[in-house]
């Protein structure tokens, strides 16, 4: 009898398109989840029920940014929140993506992405405000 051995050492390698400034945008993990929320148009009594809450109430209390509120998002729900999301729920990942999983080379290309957008933008305002704007 021939046994089957599987390996769990192989390597995947993923290609994924993450926006540049999604970690300028949502400064911490829990902004990029209230935001996916928000923009997925799901109502959170729905969302609720997709991973287990009790009410909409208690999801919210969960997902609000209350610091007087020590009620916290449990972590082991964020992968049911992900899928409960659908493709809105793509944004938590990128976060988790840029945040952790990008190399310094990678971050500072897209710090550069996000610079050669924003500058134009900054001296159009500068203008607008009055100030005299030179070219470099």
Do not use: C
């Not at 400064?27 to 997709?50: F, T, Y």
């Amino acid at each position: 009898m021939k046994m089957l051995q599987l390996s769990s050492s192989r390597t995947v390698k993923v290609e994924l398109e993450v926006p540049a400034d999604v970690t300028y945008v949502f400064p911490d993990l829990m902004d990029a989840v209230r935001h996916a929320v928000k923009e997925s148009g799901i109502p959170l009594k729905v969302i609720a029920d997709r991973i287990g809450e009790k009410d909409e109430t208690a999801l919210s209390r969960k997902l609000s940014a209350n610091e007087k509120d020590n009620t916290n998002f449990p972590l082991k729900k964020l992968p049911a929140l992900i899928e409960a999301l659908g493709d809105k729920g793509q944004l938590i990942g990128q976060w988790l993506v840029m945040t952790y999983l990008v190399g310094q080379e990678q971050k500072q290309a897209q710090a550069a992405k996000m610079a050669a957008q924003i500058v134009p933008v900054l001296a159009q305002v500068l203008k607008d405000f009055g100030y005299r704007v030179e070219k470099a």
